[in-house]
């Protein structure tokens, strides 16, 4: 049994080490409950380094939520104060949430999206020009083509992981070197390079090969167009020192991974990690924040913060 002499302040911890916990809990929880137990944890939460990482991690039901995480992601960003390194965005990414986060996170090293329908082609392409310090990009299950990624290539010279995935399918029919190409034409500086599902063929892994020197992992489970064998799966073997081949197992791999066999046409739109529907709401109105108030999440949710 615990008795008095035991028992432990959590207010006495020392700054640092509050603020080591804090920030293990992701962003949501911060603004949403946590910021609100008393001004001191408050205080921590409006520091502008504990905003150097954001994972907005969710499970993608945003209709049964009572908050907008649109509003408090951008509330997390304005935070940060430019001090932004790291974010993570599923489900509730838009054009608009993409270019508020560039514009104010030019050092911005490390960008995730995952199922984020609402991130056009034009979108990711504007706030790439605005990132010049990235070097970690995921995109998966998201509706993006190769003009979005020659224009990431050319503009985050300094890029060194990707990460561009989508379902695997079994359509032999559709092959596509689009996005292959446009990798190995404009990214020459990958390190690691991970394209679960794709559609390139043996002529889009040769044009990674010849177009990625430095390449050191490369995952292609999934990739059912690719077919290792002779001197492609020597050089393969050569020069990648990770190699996950097309009909490895997926054990380890985060999302969901049936095979999608079938399909009315090659406009189907990416199966990703859940049933989410494509989401249609403006979420222009939620760009009206500035500063550090306290704010409305929407969706009738008042947060109830501290001064």
Not at 116 to 145: Q, R, V, W
Not at 157 to 166: D, G, R, T
Request: aromatic share 10%; hydrophobic share 35%.
């Amino acid at each position: 049994m615990t008795t008095a002499a035991e028992t432990r302040n959590w207010l006495e911890l020392p700054l640092d080490v509050t603020a080591s916990i804090l920030s293990r809990i992701g962003a949501i929880e911060i603004l949403n409950s946590a910021q609100n137990v008393c001004s001191l944890w408050r205080n921590i939460c409006k520091d502008p380094l504990m905003w150097r990482s954001i994972d907005m991690h969710n499970l993608g039901d945003l209709w049964d939520m009572d908050y907008d995480l649109a509003k408090m992601c951008v509330h997390a960003v304005d935070r940060s104060c430019g001090h932004l390194l790291d974010i993570n965005v599923e489900y509730f990414g838009t054009d608009a949430l993409l270019l508020h986060i560039s514009e104010r996170s030019v050092h911005l090293k490390r960008l995730r999206i995952v199922s984020c329908y609402n991130i056009s082609d034009e979108g990711l392409s504007t706030a790439a020009l605005k990132l010049p310090f990235l070097e970690e990009l995921e995109i998966s299950y998201c509706s993006i083509s190769k003009d979005a990624l020659e224009t990431i290539g050319r503009s985050c010279p300094l890029l060194k992981s990707f990460k561009f995935n989508v379902q695997g399918c079994r359509r032999f029919h559709l092959e596509s070197d689009d996005e292959a190409l446009a990798i190995a034409q404009t990214m020459p500086e990958l390190r690691h390079l991970q394209l679960f599902g794709n559609k390139l063929t043996n002529d889009g892994l040769l044009a990674i090969l010849n177009g990625c020197p430095h390449l050191e992992y490369l995952d292609l489970r999934q990739c059912f167009n690719v077919s290792l064998g002779g001197n492609l799966e020597k050089r393969c073997v050569e020069r990648i020192k990770n190699l996950r081949r097309p009909n490895d197992s997926t054990h380890d791999y985060e999302f969901y991974t049936e095979v999608h066999d079938t399909g009315s046409s090659d406009e189907d739109y990416p199966s990703g990690i859940s049933d989410i529907d494509f989401m249609s709401d403006d979420y222009d109105d939620y760009f009206e924040f500035s500063g550090d108030s306290d704010y409305d999440f929407g969706n009738g949710y008042d947060a109830v913060l501290f001064d």
